[in-house]
């Protein structure tokens, strides 16, 4: 059986690699000329490791990686709001390095630069669009889905560096900065405040961000102080809105930032293309009748990811609070909520694991749906 995965990021090398393991002849198309990522931090949640180990990679990441210890959100002078201490603590990154270790023997066909654009043209037993949030797969299916602004936008960069822990930091007019270690001696830090989008030089984009910051506590200016122009990236936060169906016909399935692009304030972007690549691919092991297994996909899948992008968004419309009065508000429920609280909320999100997908015949036995032949 041939799948064809439209894109080669993250979410779709991960489900190339999940069919490849369940025997599928697996062609990837990617529309850049090569293969190599740009890019700054990923949080790698608990239920992004389990996916992650799941295909055999998690060890490998893990080394390339940070631990997270520990964290919280502070005010702008230094003083915490909360502070979290996670049980499991996710592994922090560099994109390049995740996409690196996913293409390591790859069990696929890559073809690099090419585009596609004619969606209805390939030819395959299951096609994947893991294409981002600008996919031409989605476009040809579900034109209602539309990418949404969020008001907000981000500069980013992964600089050499040393800190203990991370953590994020709440600042006037909805301006936040945040940052944590990707290991061996290199941190990644993003800063977040309202649009628009900046066109200045990077080195003016760099001033700019010295300038607002410059009051806030260590090691914000340390971090800024250590960043060339060039690694600086900067872009607005968009999302997707609906979330798009996960599936269409028989043979078309999303996954990723195609589907459910969502903004980065939970950090579960990359951790929930991961979920979807497992999930696809257990639901197909080779041989599997492909219409059943995409049904089953699409249940699994876009309510929690839509749940998730959800709450993210609301997330970031507290924290990005710009009125003086506002901002006081969300502080105030920040510091009132306890911490312990504050983690539970981070690890449900984080719980799922590869034992929890469902495969057809247990979604029509939870139902109580009888097989064909009548048999229980």
Known sequence: MHAIVVGGGIGGLATARGLGQQGWDVTVLERQPDLRQI????????????????????????????????????????RWLSRVELGAPPVMVHRADLHEILLDGLPATIRSGHPVTDVHALDADLIVGA?????????????????????QVSWRAVVDAETPGGGETMGPRGWRFGYAPTGHGTVYWYVAAPGPLRTGTPAEQLAELRSELSSWHDPV???????????????????????????FGERVALVGDAAHAMTPNLGQGACQALEDAVTLALLLPKGAPVPPALEVYDQQRRARTAAISRQSRQI?????A??????????????????????????RVAAWSPEDVKRPADVNRDAGVRPADGRR
């Open 316 to 320: 970031g419309r507290l924290v990005g």
């Open 221 to 247: 200016g340390r971090l800024l102080d250590a960043t060339p122009p060039e690694l600086l990236l900067h872009h607005p936060l968009l999302e997707l809105h609906p979330v798009a169906p996960m599936r």
């Open 322 to 347: 710009k009125g003086r009065l506002s901002g006081a508000l969300v502080r105030t429920l920040f510091r009132l909520t306890p911490d312990r609280l504050a983690a539970a909320g981070a690890q």
């Open 39 to 78: 890019g700054a931090g990923i949080s790698l949640w608990p239920n992004a490791l389990r996916a992650l180990h799941h295909l055999g990679l998690g060890d490998a990441v893990e080394r390339a990686g940070g631990r997270i210890r520990g964290g919280g959100l502070r005010t702008w002078d230094g």
């Open 131 to 151: 294409d981002g949030i600008r996919s031409a797969v989605r476009a040809a299916y579900t034109p209602k889905t539309k990418i949404r602004d969020s008001g």
